[in-house]
Each structure stands twice: as structure tokens, then as C-alpha cells.
């Protein structure tokens, strides 16, 4: 019998992997509902969905290896940097679904999410202020007007799979939706920044380095208090707080 592992686990979802299956079980259906659609419609490859039962999503692996992690070095090539940039356009490129995804909150939302996590962080003494202040100020860049496009929303290293300089599959679309293309391409290099050049190379348009700046402020200034609260370490060499530092 295939042994069951636990791939994530916390209060709102689980992920368990038993030999080539992977089962999602999410607190919330919508969010599968929403996982399903996008995969069908990506021009990207995503995984062969088994059977869906909400709140259960089984999926197929798909082959490769992951390009990377958050705090730790990627051994994947350049090329498959570009590889994962050019993906990633092609999914911009693609028609959108009518629904809104994380990517596709207004500046509004994010603004005062974004006044209220900084709070946070320096009331319950998590961060200095002026470290907060300063990042709070680079996350300013991001919030922008922007032209919605069909946006993955959590596109973290981990979710995308390759098998030497080719893409293999990308993983975990529930934030799925119309966005921020700009969000997509900071999400994939947070904590990985020597490898956006080869991104944007990849991705062949031109990208306003200064918004991704800001994406990578803003996105690890909101999660920080999520990830204490459930049990992961921001604090970790290479994860959010040190690219928060890199700011200073």
C-alpha cells in the first residue's frame, strides 16, 4: 500500500499525496470549484484532475521537480527560468475568467489590508517600525492602476514544475482569476530576485520593475501574520522577513 504524506496541512486546507494522487481537501468548496475551472481553461500545463467531490479534489502529480524553493537556492537553469516567464505570458495572454481573482482586489482593498497588517506587525512588536514604514512606502509602487488579465494569484515557486528547461505543470489555482498580470511574475521571484531577469527575458514585455519591487513589499508584509498564525516561520534565512530587509 502507497504511504500517505502530508504535504500541507493547516485550518483552512490539507493537502495528502498517496503514491501519484494528490487529495486537496479545502475548508471552503468555492475555492475548488474555482481550482477546476482555471486548470481546464490555462494554456499552461496543469494537472489531470482525477475526480472532483467538494470539498476533495484529487489530482495527478505531474512529473519534474519544483524550480524552486522559498529560503533556499533554485538549482533550476536559467532557461527554465524563461521557460516559466514565457508560460506565465501566455496564461496573461489567454481569455480571462469572469471571475475575480486574489490578483484582482482593488487598490482600495489592498491599501487597507495592507494599513492594517502594518499595524499589526508593529503594535504586537513582530517588526521594527521603521522597517515596516519603509516597506510599507515600496509596496506604495504596486498599488496602481492595471489592465485585468488571467492570473494564477499564488504562483509561488513551488507551484511551478519543471523537467530540465521545460514546464511541466503548474499547481494550486484556487486564487485563480482576472488580476494583476504584474502580481504573477512577483509571486514566482519573492525571495528570488537574481532570477528575474531571466523571467521577464522569458516573459518578453516590458515589466515595471519598480511595481514588482512593490508586489514583493506588499505580499510579505500581509502574509507575515498568516503564516505565524499557522504554524510556518517568515523569520526563516531567505523567506519574508529577509526580503522585507532587503529593502533597507
Not at 510599507?136 to 509561488?156: I, N, Y
Amino acid at each position: 500500500m502507497d504511504e500517505v504524506t502530508v504535504v500541507v496541512a493547516h485550518s483552512e486546507r490539507a493537502t495528502l499525496r498517496v503514491g501519484d494522487v494528490f487529495l486537496k481537501v479545502d475548508a471552503d468548496p468555492a475555492r475548488i470549484d474555482v481550482e477546476v475551472e482555471a486548470m481546464a481553461l490555462a494554456p499552461v500545463p496543469t494537472p489531470k484532475v482525477l475526480w472532483h467531490k467538494p470539498p476533495v479534489l484529487a489530482i495527478a502529480a505531474v512529473p519534474g521537480t519544483a524550480l524552486g524553493r522559498l529560503g533556499e537556492p533554485s538549482t533550476a537553469s536559467p532557461a527554465a527560468w524563461a521557460a516559466a516567464g514565457a508560460a506565465i505570458r501566455r496564461l496573461h495572454d489567454a481569455p480571462s475568467p469572469l471571475r475575480r481573482g486574489r490578483a484582482g482586489r482593488t487598490i482600495d482593498e489592498w491599501a487597507a489590508e495592507l494599513d492594517g497588517e502594518c499595524e499589526w506587525l508593529v503594535t504586537n512588536g513582530v517588526l521594527p517600525a521603521g522597517l515596516v514604514a519603509r516597506n510599507r512606502q515600496v509596496a506604495e509602487a504596486a498599488l496602481r492602476p492595471w489592465a485585468p488579465v488571467f492570473t494564477h494569484g499564488d504562483l509561488q515557486i513551488a507551484h511551478v514544475f519543471v523537467d530540465g528547461d521545460e514546464i511541466t505543470g503548474i499547481i494550486d489555482w484556487s486564487e485563480a482569476g482576472h488580476g494583476d498580470a504584474l502580481l504573477d511574475l512577483a509571486v514566482l521571484t519573492l525571495g528570488h530576485e537574481k532570477h528575474l531577469g531571466d523571467v521577464v527575458a522569458g516573459y518578453g514585455a516590458d515589466v515595471d520593475l519598480d511595481v514588482i519591487r512593490g508586489w514583493w513589499s506588499l505580499r510579505s508584509l500581509l502574509v507575515v501574520r498568516w503564516l505565524v498564525e499557522h504554524g510556518f516561520d517568515p523569520f526563516a534565512p531567505g523567506c519574508e522577513i529577509d526580503v522585507l530587509r532587503s529593502r533597507l
